[in-house]
């Protein structure tokens, strides 16, 4: 199984900033994902990592507040935009190394926003 | 969308008593993954189903792909404090390969 290891594993922003979390995986995998969990709540896909292309993003995120970039198969990045206190959440990188095969997931990257 | 039911949403059972937690779909799905989630951590994947009728064990774990393809279900025998978390059942369908999960199960083990 591959390992993804996540970073910042969390940080405390000020309202109105932007935080981009790197996610690193220890091999190549064909797809990348980046989930949201909101406190106390299940997980949400944010959008699928393409590599070289725009992100393909899932209905109620857009680009302009979760641009993702996805230079190789190894590396992803999300940043959070504007950021408000409805952003603090646990965001997390995950990556698939088949079409059909297992999800795996990063450690997470908690976000509080004051 | 596909929308997953889990339940229990919540458990709280002794130590060394079995479990049992499912998922239910809208939808049909090719494949069903069950989770586990520590506190700070991300989840953890127990067991992957990929065919209906499939059973399938990890240690003290089972977990079994519906006929129907429309639910699944997780097992744990002789529970014992470290099964202590939140356990997801995640499915997808299609060919995006998309995972949808489920809100989780809360499991407490009382030493």
């Known amino acids: 199984s591959a390992v993804i290891s996540q970073k910042p594993s969390r940080d405390i922003c000020q309202r109105g900033t932007s935080l981009t979390i790197q996610c690193q995986v220890d091999s190549q995998v064909t797809m990348m994902f980046w989930y949201r969990q909101q406190p106390g709540q299940s997980l949400t896909l944010i959008a699928t990592a393409n590599q070289g292309s725009e992100a393909t993003y899932e209905s109620g995120f857009v680009i302009d507040k979760f641009p993702i970039s996805r230079p190789n198969l190894t590396f992803s990045t999300l940043t959070v935009s504007n950021m408000s206190p409805e952003d603090s959440s646990i965001y997390l990188c995950?990556?698939?190394?088949?079409?059909?095969?297992?999800?795996?997931f990063g450690e997470g990257s908690r976000l509080t926003v004051l | 969308g596909q929308q997953l039911n889990q339940s229990p949403q919540s458990m709280f059972i002794q130590e060394g008593e079995d479990v049992s937690m499912n998922c239910t779909s809208s939808s049909i799905f090719n494949t069903w993954l069950w989770y586990k989630q520590d506190p700070g951590e991300g989840p953890v994947l127990l067991i992957a189903?990929?065919?209906?009728?499939e059973l399938t064990s990890n240690g003290r774990l089972t977990a079994q792909f519906g006929i129907t393809r429309k639910d699944s279900f997780l097992n744990i025998s002789a529970s014992i404090p470290s099964d202590v978390g939140i356990y997801f059942c995640?499915?997808?369908?299609?060919?995006?390969?998309?995972?949808?999960f489920g809100k989780g199960t809360l499991l407490t083990v009382n030493p």
């Open positions: 995950s990556g698939r190394d088949r079409g059909i095969g297992e999800l795996f």
């Open positions: 995640a499915g997808s369908g299609g060919s995006n390969y998309k995972l949808t």
């Open positions: 189903l990929y065919k209906a009728g």
